[in-house]
Nanobody
Framework: QVQLVESGGGLVQAGGSLRLSCVAS????????MGWFRQAPGKERELVVA????????YYADSAKGRFTISRDNAKNTVYLQMNSLKPEDTAVYYC??????????????????WGQGTQVTVSS
């Protein structure tokens, strides 16, 4: 079982930046693929970015390319989402997610087993 706790959300003006963090419990963080999803009001949850357990592969949704960066620090059991050039349409609850690694090569897969409680990101125009 993995417990995930996100932080770093908040209110920011368009064009600004935020860095989200997700700390995972347990000693096997380095074996988990990690992803960041978001869900805006009235919309389905979508996978925004993901990183393989080894860090060898990443995935970025079209909306995130060139603006968002996912990274991980296995020594700190933490995955980060750096968001730059934020837009009002980035407003959503952002969720950290984890799944056992070694099974997926395609990081665009949205199949995840463990979820954080979410952190609100609001971008004002």
């Amino acid at each position: 079982q993995v417990q995930l706790v996100e932080s770093g959300g908040g209110l920011v003006q368009a064009g600004g930046s935020l860095r989200l963090s997700c700390v995972a419990s347990g000693r096997t963080f380095s074996s988990y693929d990690m992803g960041w999803f978001r869900q805006a009001p009235g919309k389905e949850r979508e996978l925004v970015v993901a990183i393989m357990w080894s860090g060898a592969r990443t995935y970025y949704a079209d909306s995130a390319k060139g603006r968002f960066t996912i990274s991980r620090d296995n020594a700190k059991n933490t995955v980060y989402l750096q968001m730059n050039s934020l837009k009002p349409e980035d407003t959503a609850v952002y969720y950290c997610a984890a799944r056992g690694g070694f099974r997926y090569v395609d990081m665009s897969s949205a199949e995840y087993n463990y979820w954080g409680q979410g952190t609100q990101v609001t971008v004002s125009s």
